[in-house]
């Protein structure tokens, strides 16, 4: 079945340094992907996505690219800051316009050393 | 922005009592979740909700649960019976279509004793 995979954490890394967390994914057909944020304490939240191949979604600093020769959506950042310390989600839906069920990784814990 | 809201925040219950878990989703969104996530692990599907009936459910949504959209705007999400493992934060979300992203509540913890 369909499924997300990505690096285990956690990943520690002091201020400004620059990020990558891999995620990889199986699915058949044309997925739309994101990476979902949980602050400490909090809910979920989007932190962007893209819906077909070679887009490139963007927020807050953070960047990934829909690739799909090698089933990839890995998140990047170039500075990292203390406030970005929180657990990243890579997810997957298979919906479209009409949306099925989103489908997480496992996690990735990421702490920032002032 | 349009916000998914959940209530309680909170509760505990005594195992083997019934809870119901609110959600109030996005108001022009068609499709509707529930998820949990036991503490420091993965977020697991529960069930989906579309046009008044469950469009899909996992495993783990076995007869003990049940979901009722009861007055077009709350969404609810029954545990008839509790169990100790059943202690976990549960996320409502709703979305429009899958393009758009889904948005989650901030959930609710609950923690059966």
């Known amino acids: 079945g369909d499924s997300v995979t990505q690096m285990e954490g956690p990943v520690t890394l002091s201020e400004e340094a620059f990020l990558t967390i891999n995620c990889t994914y199986t699915?058949?057909?044309?997925?739309?992907l994101f990476w979902y944020v949980q602050y400490p304490g909090e809910g979920l939240q989007l932190l962007l996505k893209?819906?077909?191949?070679?887009d490139k979604g963007s927020n807050k600093g953070f960047e990934a690219t829909y690739r799909k020769e090698t089933t990839s959506f890995h998140l990047e950042k170039g500075s990292v800051q203390v406030s970005d310390s929180a657990v990243y989600f890579c997810?997957?839906?298979?919906?479209?316009?009409?949306?099925?069920?989103?489908?997480f990784g496992s996690g990735t814990r990421l702490s920032i050393r002032p | 922005e349009p916000e998914v809201t959940q209530t309680p925040s909170h509760q505990v219950t005594q195992m083997g009592q019934e809870v119901i878990l609110r959600c109030v989703p996005i108001?022009?969104?068609?499709?509707f979740y529930w998820y949990r996530q036991i503490l420091g692990q993965k977020v697991e599907f529960l069930v989906s909700?579309?046009?008044?009936?469950?469009?899909?459910k996992s495993e783990i949504f076995d007869d003990q649960f049940s979901v009722e959209r009861p007055d077009g705007s709350n969404f609810t999400l029954k545990i008839r019976s509790t169990k100790l493992e059943d202690s976990a934060m549960y996320f409502c979300?709703?979305?429009?279509?899958?393009?758009?992203?889904?948005?989650f509540g901030s959930g609710t913890r609950l923690t059966v004793v």
């Open positions: 979300a709703s979305t429009g279509t899958a393009d758009l992203g889904y948005t």
């Open positions: 997810a997957l839906s298979k919906g479209g316009s009409s949306a099925s069920k989103i489908i």
């Open positions: 909700f579309y046009n008044n009936e469950i469009s899909e």
């Open positions: 699915a058949t057909g044309y997925p739309s």
């Open positions: 108001s022009n969104h068609l499709y």
């Open positions: 893209a819906t077909k191949a070679d």
